[in-house]
C-alpha cells in the first residue's frame, strides 16, 4: 500500500527519444508534485498541479510535459531527451499544497533516468 | 529568492553520541519547514514538520527547532545508530506549493 508510486524506477534510453515516468498517489491529496534531483544531488521542484491545474511551472524546458489526468496521479512525458536530462526525478503529493495548516509532502521513491 | 543552506556537508561521528545538524534559509517568510531523511538510491522519508508558529516537534529520538527570525533550524540526534546513516534534507515549504530544498547534510554513524 505504498502512498506514491513512481514506474518506472530506473529508465536508460538513448537521445532525442520520448519517454514518460508515471506517478500515482492513494492518499487523497490535492496536490502533486515532480523534482529533479541532480548529480549533485540538489532537489529542485519541475512542477506542481493542485486539483490537476497546473500551479508551478519552474522554468522547466517545454520538453518537459507534466499531464494530470485526474488528482491522484500526475504523469511527466519528456520529448527529444537530452543528456542533460539524466537524473532522479521524484514524485510527491500533500494535501494542503498552499501551505497553511499541517503540509507533509510525500515523496515517491524517484525515477532514476539515464539518457546515453 | 529562498535558498536554504545546510551545514556540514557531511558528518561522521561514532555510534552512541549526540549531534545536530543545521539549515539556514535566507527568507523568514515561510509556511512550514520539514525534515527528510534519504537513503542511498532510495526516495524521502519525511521525519518532521514543524509549522511555522512552532518552534520544535519531536519525534522519538529526533527533534527539529525553528528560528523563523534568525532563518534557522535544527535536527538534533540523539543516541545515534548506524540506521541514522544517510542524508538528512532540510525544505522549506512557502506558498505555491513549493518546497525549496537544501543540499543536504551526509551522515555516517560508525559502529
Known amino acids: 500500500d505504498t502512498a506514491v508510486s513512481q514506474t518506472p524506477k530506473y529508465l536508460v534510453t538513448q537521445m532525442g527519444n520520448d519517454k514518460s515516468i508515471k506517478c500515482e498517489q492513494n492518499?487523497?491529496?490535492?496536490?502533486m508534485y515532480w523534482y529533479k534531483q541532480d548529480s549533485k544531488k540538489f532537489l529542485k521542484i519541475m512542477f506542481s498541479?493542485?486539483?490537476?491545474?497546473l500551479i508551478i511551472n519552474e522554468t522547466v524546458p517545454n520538453r518537459f510535459s507534466p499531464k494530470s489526468p485526474d488528482k491522484a496521479h500526475l504523469n511527466l512525458h519528456i520529448n527529444s531527451l537530452e543528456l542533460g536530462d539524466s537524473a532522479v526525478y521524484f514524485c510527491?503529493?500533500?494535501?494542503?499544497?498552499w501551505g497553511f495548516g499541517g503540509t507533509e509532502a510525500f515523496f515517491g521513491q524517484g525515477t532514476r533516468l539515464t539518457v546515453v | 529568492k529562498q535558498e536554504v543552506t545546510q551545514i556540514p556537508a557531511a558528518l561522521s561521528v561514532p555510534e552512541g553520541e549526540n549531534l545536530v545538524l543545521n539549515c539556514s534559509f535566507t527568507?523568514?517568510?515561510?509556511?512550514?519547514l520539514q525534515w527528510f531523511r534519504q537513503d542511498p538510491g532510495k526516495g524521502l522519508t519525511s521525519l518532521l514538520l514543524?509549522?511555522?508558529?512552532?518552534r520544535e516537534q519531536t519525534s522519538g529520538r529526533l527533534n527539529a527547532s525553528l528560528d523563523k527570525s534568525s532563518g534557522r533550524s535544527t535536527l538534533y540526534i540523539a543516541a545515534s545508530q548506524p540506521g541514522d546513516s544517510a542524508t538528512y534534507l532540510c525544505?522549506?515549504?512557502?506558498?505555491?506549493?513549493?518546497?525549496?530544498f537544501g543540499q543536504g547534510t551526509r551522515l555516517t554513524i560508525n559502529p
Open positions: 498541479y493542485n486539483n490537476k491545474e
Open positions: 510527491a503529493s500533500s494535501q494542503d499544497g
Open positions: 514543524i509549522q511555522s508558529s512552532q
Open positions: 527568507d523568514s517568510a515561510i509556511y512550514n
Open positions: 492518499l487523497g491529496h490535492d496536490t
Open positions: 525544505s522549506i515549504i512557502q506558498g505555491a506549493q513549493k518546497l525549496v
